[in-house]
């Protein structure tokens, strides 16, 4: 599979944070979902692949060539939805769209205006009148509109409806038929990730906990609850969680097929992308 961007021992050095040591491979044709908590570094690292911030190490690649900050067309092939920003409050979609016609040199206005009747935004309003959520849809509209191979998308379905949620889903799935889009997705809503995600990344503190294909990563992990005594009688590699209750033991593990095999007696549950997060951000001290 060929990889549309490549990150080689990435680091970003804040004075309180460091995204540190990120090796990660982003195919083409995919969605990746990019999980982890407030401040675990998904805004910084989609900035690092933006070149809006410099790095402090490291390389970023596409299509195996280092990007360069300056690389015009570069910006061309990237579509990008940012939590937190927005159009100035003077303008109106209109106007908008003028400017993009002169940013991005495949702007197409017909594919925008399709998307502003698609998301019910009126063209000649201000965005200063905007709700958050419509803000946020022509934030998306703008990104789609530019024949973009690369979608970047910091909590774009964040502050909309269900209806208005699965619509941008279902966009970013007929995105990737054609195998040379690919698109990087951070969002704190995981059953969206679940619908659509190819892959999923989870960051913790600025580190890489793990970057797996999801439907491997459903089927592998597991809740297995038992007593302290049985806890004992896991190999420790292959837990990655743990909670005790007035029950037991719950603990995560990636490998519950092989645990159920060997252990019939034993409760082995299916477990979602949000426990996954929650056993490891904050399960107890193993």
Known sequence: METAIRLENVVKK??????DQINLELPKGCIMGLVGENGAGKTTLIKCILGLISLSDGRIYKDEKVISEKEIE????VGVVMSGSSFPGNLNA???????????????????FDYLKQFHIDENKYTKDYSTGMAMKLQIAVAFSHNAKLLLLDEATSGLDPVVRDEILEIL??????????????SHITSDLEKVADYITFLHKGKLIFSENKDELLYNYGVVRCSKEDYKRIAPEHVIGLRKNQFGYEVM??????????????????????????????????
């Not at 804040?14 to 995204?19: A, D, G, I, Q, W």
Request: charged share 30%; net charge negative.
């Open 173 to 186: 799935q007929n995105f990737i038929q054609d195998e040379e889009c690919t698109v990087l997705f951070s």
């Open 74 to 77: 570069w910006k061309n092939d």
């Open 14 to 19: 804040y004075p309180k944070f460091t995204l």
């Open 94 to 112: 209109k106007q908008i769209n003028k400017i993009m016609e002169n940013i991005y040199s495949r702007w197409d206005k017909n594919i925008f």
């Open 253 to 286: 593990v990636d490998n519950r097929i092989d645990i159920s095999r060997q252990n019939r007696d034993w409760v082995v549950d299916t477990t979602t992308l949000e426990e996954i997060i929650l056993f490891q951000i904050k399960g107890d001290v193993l």
